[in-house]
């Protein structure tokens, strides 16, 4: 019923994206129902999933992170007079950005306010607060902020390899960007990935932690061998980057693409890169279901690789910060403490008291990494950390 | 042959030893009255012959008018950089970079007779306040004297005094000197012009080395502080760059004189009370009691003698050491009335509100005297004043000013009883920001004011008050009571502040969410102007509720 009710008003946004128009009557729904209790004489509110993390659930069969159904309502008061005008003046804002295809970046969103006379912004991130609101209000209904044409600053990593994204330009042609065809260089995933469409049989995904280990796969054709897409994560990966990953893995449906992490062997890239790619991060749990990939699995480094690749001579200490990080994950990170082999992989670097990054390979040889090591862990890929 | 140390004897130490006279001493130690540093010199003999001038005219019923100038000392003459000795005969050095200045104070009051103005000024400790017991400005005697001497030491200069009792009596002059090893004045009688205009009153003129210095602890923050206290007193102030400030009296009636009392037996310690058995005129210990004490009914000097075993009958100048030790005993078994308190006289609430109104401006005053209360055996009584608002600056710490028997005190504000008091007490409770241990913070001068026969000073240059628990509590209550008011009057103002707050949010941003609406639903003009007024509807009956 509901989604024939749908489908009717779909109708209505002619030569526009079905998905875009959906936001926009999600943007009218929520409007219109304000409208309606006004109409009324009723006290108008809105309803925010609550964010604390009292309110985060790790969703085990699911494999990320989810906001809990607490709310918080925000009636119209003397108090909530300003920002309840404000989110609403940004919901007109995003309706706009989708009518017209266009798109705001925090910034541009800050310095908009400042056309709205009293209820202007004096700081961004009074504006970053409001905006956040609305992207837990419409994360409710599914729509990402993304899709609210409300765009990160910092842009996606870079990808190379067995892959060909299908993008439309603003005058709606379609173009296909063949990923092996960069030369020395790569594509960069865009702030917004959800209009991307992909063309691929690759064999997996290798979501890469630093710069040096993706320029020497790439420059040596790694992907062509291992009929694989490699993705630079640049430490933790962007919201467009972790985006990009689980649309890219599951385009085809069914099964999805599988996706490896490859990161240095430290307490941050496992606690921090990793965990944000697979399960989504803490205090942004309102939006995680759609900016983690739950089926990636940890390639390594792994403490044990440290053992087994005669690496110890090639690794450092443990700095307490790392020590402290790494305590703190066993103790407080529910993703953690759902994975007995993680538990047991932390505290195995936490008694050898040593780190080794990506590049200690080169110890061996500079195209060890290549040539050896990943062939050797992907003959047993069921072996890599959940 | 080894050299012997050579030790002194006896004979040669007794050689050495002499009496050293009160004027030596205060020549060695000036700090302990109140002359440590160039700026607070001036301040200080500002400040002696002003209170002297203060006290003289209430005594005499006179509203006092009090002229203040200094200036400067153009050109350093030569002969004038004499260095006077000091009692080992090594010179006594003024403060290096310190300038020359002429102080005068001149007042309306009742004057000073002929004799005994070299006293009053060439001698120290000599005066009438010490050995009575009431309230007054000065208490010891030794302020202006020591402010003479002070400009002798530095300057070399002797004090110059005109003084005229009367319209019809003949005005005179001196300049007076101190001989610092008799502690004696030198004093020679000065010419006054034939047609030197002299009105009744006294005049003090004293050459010092100083340095002036505006705002913060310094005359003209003196002057003001004073006129707070003493509404009913005119100053004119002329700085040394001639600008002339005057502070205008906001009430014509006087301070009550104050009533002289005996002291109260709790308050005298056993070396004062064998004193007074040496000087008393009573013939009997019983009779001493009676007379030289107030509170003592021939009942209750019977019950002390009683306690201490000592007869009636005994003269008190044959009364031993132990005897006395045990009548000093037997005193403090016995139950006395506190002491009369209609000995003292406050400033009072309506006239601190006056003065405050006069010299700060804000928009809320308030005011109140206690109820008098006795420290060991001395009566006295605490008075509080708060302004608040209005021009006062909104993010520093409160000014704080305090006073001992109308007289501001400036220096050593962390030693006295009154800065801790307004530590102790919780202003947040009042509406007021207040960090933990500091006076609070916000549009506030606050006034606390201790009268009292007997200020218990930290020291001889009467700069902070000392910290008796009867002291401390009747300040903490005293601003407690006004607290109270301003937090009532912070608390409306407050409100009104938000109400109109809220009012003007509806017309700065009811509209926003009228277009935000009328962009998403494409409402017309006319239905987005009927949301709008709806809203405003809402929003209206929902404060009420």
Same mark, same amino acid.
């Not at chain 1, 940890?298 to 910060?321: E, N, R, S, Y």
């Not at chain 2, 005897?323 to 000093?328: K, M």
């Not at chain 2, 809220?502 to 941003?509: A, E, H």
């Given at each position: ?62 494999? #990320? ?295 200690? +390979? ?25 | ?14 050689? &050495?030893? *002499? ?7 205060? &020549? ?183 340095? #002036? ?64 058995? $040496? ?46 030790? *045990? ?32 010299? +700060? ?8 005297? $206690? ?43 962390? &030693? ?40 218990? +000073? ?69 239905? *987005? ?17």
């Amino acid at each position: 019923m509901a989604a024939k009710k749908k489908q009717e008003k779909v109708t209505r946004h002619k030569g526009m994206d079905l998905r875009d128009g959906l936001v926009i009557d999600q943007i009218t729904d929520v409007a219109g129902a304000i409208h309606g209790v006004i109409g009324k004489r009723g006290s108008p509110q809105l309803d925010f999933p609550a964010r604390t993390l009292a309110n985060v659930i790790y969703d085990e069969k699911e494999g #990320y992170f989810e906001i809990g159904k607490q709310k918080v309502e925000r009636t119209l008061t003397y108090n909530t007079v300003k920002t309840f005008a404000q989110t609403l003046r940004f919901m007109a804002l995003s309706k706009e950005l989708v009518e017209r295809n266009d798109f705001a970046t925090k910034r541009d969103a800050y310095y908009q306010s400042k056309n709205w006379g009293e209820a202007k912004f004096d700081e961004q991130p009074e504006s970053d607060a409001v905006m956040d609101d609305v992207e837990a209000l419409f994360s409710t209904y599914n729509v990402s902020r993304e899709e609210l044409r409300f765009y990160p600053e910092e842009h996606g990593g870079a990808v190379a390899g067995q892959l060909v994204v299908m993008d439309t330009d603003r005058d709606g042609a379609e173009l296909e960007i063949d990923c092996t065809k960069f030369g020395s260089g790569s594509y960069a995933i865009p702030r917004s990935v959800e209009h991307l469409r992909f063309k691929t049989d690759a064999k997996f995904i290798l979501a890469i932690e630093t710069g040096g280990i993706f320029e020497r796969l790439n420059y040596h054709k790694y992907w062509q061998k291992a009929n694989c897409i490699l993705i630079e994560l640049g430490g933790v990966p962007t919201r467009a980057t972790r985006r990009f990953i689980r649309r890219l893995s599951e385009h085809r449906g069914g099964k999805p693409i599988p996706v490896y992490a490859f990161t240095d062997c430290d307490p941050y890239a496992f606690a921090n890169i990793y965990r944000t790619l697979k399960v989504g991060s803490g205090n942004a749990a309102h939006i995680s279901r759609f900016f983690c990939v739950p089926h990636a699995t940890f390639l390594g480094v792994t403490p044990q690789d440290i053992l087994d690749h005669k690496l110890m001579d090639a690794t450092h200490k443990l700095l307490d910060v790392d020590v402290k990080r790494a305590k703190d994950a066993l103790k407080n990170d529910p993703f953690f403490q759902m994975q007995p082999k993680w538990q047991k992989a932390v505290k195995q670097q936490l008694s050898m008291g040593v780190r080794a990054e990506q590049q200690a +390979f080169a110890k061996w040889d500079l195209n060890y990494v290549m040539d050896k090591y990943l062939p050797a862990k992907l003959k047993n890929p069921k072996s890599f950390l959940p | 042959m080894i050299k012997k140390a050579k030790y002194a004897t006896a004979e040669e130490m007794a050689a &050495a030893q *002499r009496e050293i006279s009160v004027a030596e001493f205060f &020549a060695k130690n000036r700090h302990l009255l109140g002359f440590d540093n160039p700026a607070k010199a001036v301040l200080t003999t500002v400040r002696e012959a002003v209170d002297n001038s203060l006290d003289a005219c209430e005594e005499a019923g006179i509203l006092p008018e009090i002229h203040v100038e200094i200036t400067p000392v153009a050109a350093k003459k030569e002969g004038q950089q004499l260095l006077l000795e000091g009692g080992n005969g090594k010179k006594q050095k003024g403060f290096g970079g310190a300038d020359r200045l002429i102080v005068s104070v001149q007042d309306n009051g009742p004057g000073i007779v002929k004799e005994q103005i070299p006293k009053i000024f060439g001698k120290l400790l000599y005066g009438s306040k010490f050995h009575r017991l009431r309230m007054s400005r000065g208490q010891q005697g030794i302020g202006i004297s020591a402010a003479a001497l002070y400009s002798q030491l530095t300057t070399g200069q002797q004090a110059t005094i005109t003084s005229r009792t009367g319209g019809r009596s003949k005005p005179h002059r001196f300049r007076v000197g101190i001989d610092l090893a008799k502690n004696a004045p030198e004093a020679r009688d000065a010419e006054i012009g034939e047609k030197e205009e002299v009105p009744q009153g006294t005049k003090v003129v004293l050459e010092i080395e100083g340095r #002036y210095q505006k705002h913060g602890k310094s005359v003209d923050e003196y002057l003001k502080e004073t006129a707070v206290a003493n509404p009913h007193a005119r100053f004119v102030f002329k700085d040394p760059d001639g600008n002339v400030t005057t502070h205008e009296r906001a009430s014509k009636e006087l301070p009550p004189p104050a009533k002289e009392i005996k002291p109260h037996p709790y308050g005298v310690e056993l070396g004062v009370l064998i004193n007074m058995m $040496r000087d008393t005129s009573s013939r009997t210990v019983k009779g001493f009691l009676q007379t030289d004490f107030s509170r003592v009914s021939p009942d209750k000097a019977g019950e002390i003698l009683k306690h201490a075993g000592i007869s009636e009958g005994y003269h008190p100048k044959t009364i031993a050491r132990d005897q006395a030790d *045990r009548l000093y005993e037997g005193i403090q078994q016995t139950k006395l009335m506190a002491p009369p308190t209609d000995c003292l006289a406050p400033i009072g609430e309506k006239q601190l509100v006056d003065g405050l109104k006069k010299e +700060f401006e804000a928009e809320f005053y308030t005011s109140t005297t $206690r109820p008098p209360d006795v420290y060991r055996g001395n009566p006295f009584q605490i008075e509080a004043a708060l302004a608040y608002g209005g021009k006062l600056p909104a993010e520093e710490p409160a000014q704080v000013l305090r006073f001992a028997n109308r007289v501001p005190l400036l220096y050593q504000a962390g &030693a006295c009883a009154i800065s801790k008091a307004v530590a102790a007490t919780s202003w947040r409770n009042y509406n007021l920001q207040q960090p933990k241990g500091s006076p609070p913070i916000g549009p506030l001068v606050i006034v606390v004011h201790m009268a009292s026969v007997w200020v218990p +000073f930290t020291s001889e240059a009467k700069e902070a008050i000392a910290s008796y628990e009867e002291i401390l509590k009747e300040i903490k209550l005293a601003l407690q009571e006004c607290g109270r008011r301003v937090g009532i009057h912070v608390n409306k103002s407050r409100r009104a502040e938000d109400e109109a707050r809220k009012r003007s949010y509806i017309d700065m941003y009811l509209p926003h969410i009228g277009i935000a609406l009328q962009q998403i639903l494409k409402l017309s003009d006319s239905e *987005r102007e009927k949301t709008c007024g709806n809203l405003k509807s809402i929003l209206e009956k929902t404060r009420k509720v």
